[in-house]
């Protein structure tokens, strides 16, 4: 089992910057391919980014690209977004999510531990 809080979350003007973290307890940290989710209202959970195990590798949503950049720190077993660059269409919960499956892994329902999500909400 892996526990995962997600912290960081708030309003921001467009163009404006956050970074959300994403601290994990329970079975090793380091074992787990790492994801971040969205979800804004009527619209269904989207994949914005994964991390490898390692830290090396990363996978970025089209959307996303050159504006958000995921990293993590398995010492401190924990999984950030810089978000920049920020558009009211980045309005949404965030959501960090936890798989053993490798990079590549876009699908939600391949990742069996969740977050309760943080808020994130653009302003024009």
């Known amino acids: 089992q892996v526990q995962l809080v997600e912290s960081g979350g708030g309003l921001v003007q467009a163009g404006g910057s956050l970074r959300l973290s994403c601290t994990a307890s329970?079975?090793?940290?380091?074992?787990?391919?790492m994801g971040w989710f969205r979800q804004a209202p009527g619209k269904e959970r989207e994949f914005v980014a994964a991390?490898?195990?390692?830290?090396?590798?990363?996978n970025y949503a089209d959307s996303v690209k050159g504006r958000f950049t995921i990293s993590r720190d398995n010492d401190k077993s924990t999984v950030y977004l810089q978000l920049n660059s920020l558009k009211p269409e980045d309005t949404a919960v965030y959501y960090c999510?936890?798989?053993?499956?490798?990079?590549?892994?876009?699908?939600?329902?391949?990742?069996?531990?969740w977050g309760q999500g943080t808020q994130v909400t653009v302003s024009s």
């Open positions: 329970g079975r090793t940290f380091s074992s787990y391919t």
């Open positions: 999510a936890a798989t053993d499956r490798g990079l590549g892994t876009i699908a939600s329902g391949r990742y069996a531990y």
């Open positions: 991390i490898s195990r390692s830290g090396v590798n990363t």
